[in-house]
């Protein structure tokens, strides 16, 4: 029987899924569950919200935007047009739209895409908070002049965040460009050599590409760094017992 529990288990799964780079189990959960008139009654505006970030997760950046507004979430529908180049809409929306870290990072955005000089610059925390999923995003989307914008003006944004390019090489990792990440990350290792996180990063990356001892080395450096850090510490006994 279909009922609210129905609908909380798929929407779990369909997280997962998303979760675990499986796009396409994904969308099928989600086009069944928004297809079926039955469970309109069981689909709550947190369910919606989890469904227009999956949508964004797929690409699917003209879904997204239209189930943010059934959230009334102008932020997340503002965010959703920015990623479908649709820069003056986004715009238009931000005009109304309440103050909000989201929207912050969304004006920046727009400064950024339209080529102008950008004047409002994100804060810290929402380097932190949006700036690895955009760039995800963006690749997924495969956007390579709004990514190259990025990457233009990150020097600006190390000023205010020095886990900036960090943050990129993460979206690069998730992305599978290894090649790419592994530049990002090692210049953050140089730019702050006590960052165990990237160390980690790095060994994981230099495992997917089968340099064992690099990823060794990568690894038992983190483990100095972060000796509390359990994914560290389980990576690195995986790695020794490869050697």
């Known amino acids: 029987m279909h009922d609210q529990s129905y609908v909380d288990d798929q929407i779990s799964k369909a997280v997962k899924f998303v979760n675990e780079d499986k796009f396409n189990e994904a969308e099928q959960i989600v086009e069944s569950l928004v297809a079926n008139q039955d469970l309109k009654d069981f689909i709550k505006l947190s369910h919606l919200q989890n469904i227009a970030e999956i949508y964004l997760s797929l690409g699917k950046f003209k879904l997204a935007a239209n189930t943010y507004l059934m959230t009334d979430n102008p932020a997340g529908t503002a965010f959703s047009y920015v990623l479908l180049k649709e820069i003056d809409k986004a715009k238009q929306i931000l005009a109304t739209t309440p103050d909000s ?12 895409f339209s080529g102008h000089s950008v004047k409002n610059y994100p804060s810290f925390l929402e380097i932190r908070h949006f700036l690895e999923v955009t760039v995800y995003l963006l690749l997924r989307s495969n ?6 914008l990025i990457i233009k003006n990150l020097k600006k944004l190390l000023d205010i ?7 990129v090489g993460y979206a690069y990792f998730h992305f599978g460009d290894l090649n790419n990440a592994e530049l990002l990350l090692k210049n953050s290792v140089k730019r702050s050599a006590y960052d165990g996180e990237v160390f980690f990063m790095l060994g994981k990356l230099y495992l997917q590409k089968g340099l064992v001892s690099n990823a060794l080395s990568m690894l038992e450096n983190s483990s100095l760094l972060l000796p509390e850090h359990y994914p560290t510490q389980e990576l690195l006994k995986k790695v020794k017992s490869m050697i």
Do not use: R
Request: contains cysteine.
């Open 101 to 112: 870290p989201a929207k912050f990072w969304c004006q920046y955005l727009c400064e950024l």
């Open 161 to 167: 965040n020095v886990d900036s390019e960090k943050l």
């Open 143 to 148: 956007n390579q002049p709004y990514i190259n």
